[in-house]
């Protein structure tokens, strides 16, 4: 079983910049891709950027392309998205996941908020 636990959400006015972090137990985290999806109440919860078990693969949604950035470290078994530029429509709950054996994993999320 895999747990995910996300932190680092919180307010900040457009422009700003905010890193979310997603702390993951298992010995084995690095063997597996890890991502970031994002939700606002009353919509599907989207992709945001994904990277690669390695951490030499990286992608990115279209509206957080060159804002933000994700990135990982092995060696603490967490992942992290740096977001710069921030803009009101940014404001969501942010998830991150893994898949394990066909299975899906998710924090608990943390919200963004951006105020304008």
């Known amino acids: 079983q895999v747990q995910l636990v996300e932190s680092g959400g919180g307010l900040v006015q457009a422009g700003g910049s905010l890193r979310l972090s997603c702390a993951a137990s298992g010995r084995t985290f690095g063997s597996y891709g890890m991502g970031w999806f994002r939700q606002v109440p009353g919509k599907e919860r989207e992709f945001v950027a994904a990277?690669?078990?390695?951490?030499?693969?990286?992608s990115y949604a279209e509206p957080v392309k060159g804002r933000f950035t994700i990135s990982r470290d092995n060696a603490k078994n967490t992942v992290y998205l740096q977001m710069n530029s921030l803009k009101p429509e940014d404001t969501a709950v942010y998830y991150c996941?893994?898949?394990?054996?066909?299975?899906?994993?998710w924090g608990q999320g943390t919200q963004v908020t951006v105020s304008s």
């Open positions: 990277v690669s078990g390695s951490g030499r693969t990286t």
């Open positions: 996941r893994t898949v394990v054996g066909n299975i899906p994993y």
